[in-house]
């Protein structure tokens, strides 16, 4: 059932599975004493993008040396950040491009992507919107370029040293 080949055990048959059903606590550890990566998973032999644990406990999606304690592929989006494939993260209801919302890198920038809105809350209140190009604070649905919604200040410049230049409500 079982083959060993420089120090690798896989089973002798191709396509045959290694699986295990059980009730205890834990169903597998792997401890890893050496300096070596704890886990690699390839989709194919010699895989150059594979998922990786290493010693430390960093997850590694698509790289071999995770840097952080997640840390994703180092390659960079070619397009807009309009195909699946280019994203880093990517969050979606449906599968669809009408319904996700990526992020990933374009030329060395911080790339968001998305076919609807993007807002910031805290404690239930919308903070900022990014609306079609438009900018709004305190608002859902900003009417201009910036817009923002208060009853008190809305925009106040001020210098580097804390004096007000200009005040506006």
């Known amino acids: 059932y079982w083959s060993k080949s420089a120090g690798n055990l896989y089973p002798t048959t191709l396509n045959d599975t ?69 994203y880093k993260v990517l969050l979606y209801s449906t599968g669809t491009a009408n319904t996700s919302y990526g992020m990933g890198v374009r030329s060395a920038t911080m790339a968001f992507n998305s076919n609807h809105d993007y807002q910031f809350d805290t404690n239930g209140a919308t903070l900022i919107t990014f609306d079609d190009g438009s900018l709004g604070i305190a608002t859902t649905t900003p009417d201009a370029k910036i817009e923002s919604l208060s009853t008190t200040e809305q925009l106040r410049l001020t210098y580097a040293d804390g004096t007000t230049y200009s005040s506006h409500t």
């Open 18 to 86: 290694i699986s295990a059903t059980t009730s205890a606590a834990v169903a597998m550890t792997l401890t890893q004493t050496g300096a070596f990566n704890a886990l690699l998973v390839e989709d194919q032999a010699s895989d150059t993008t594979p998922f990786v644990i290493d010693q430390s406990g960093n997850v590694g999606i698509g790289n071999t040396t995770p840097q952080g304690k997640l840390s994703f592929a180092n390659d960079t989006a070619t397009g807009g950040l309009d195909n699946f494939s280019e």
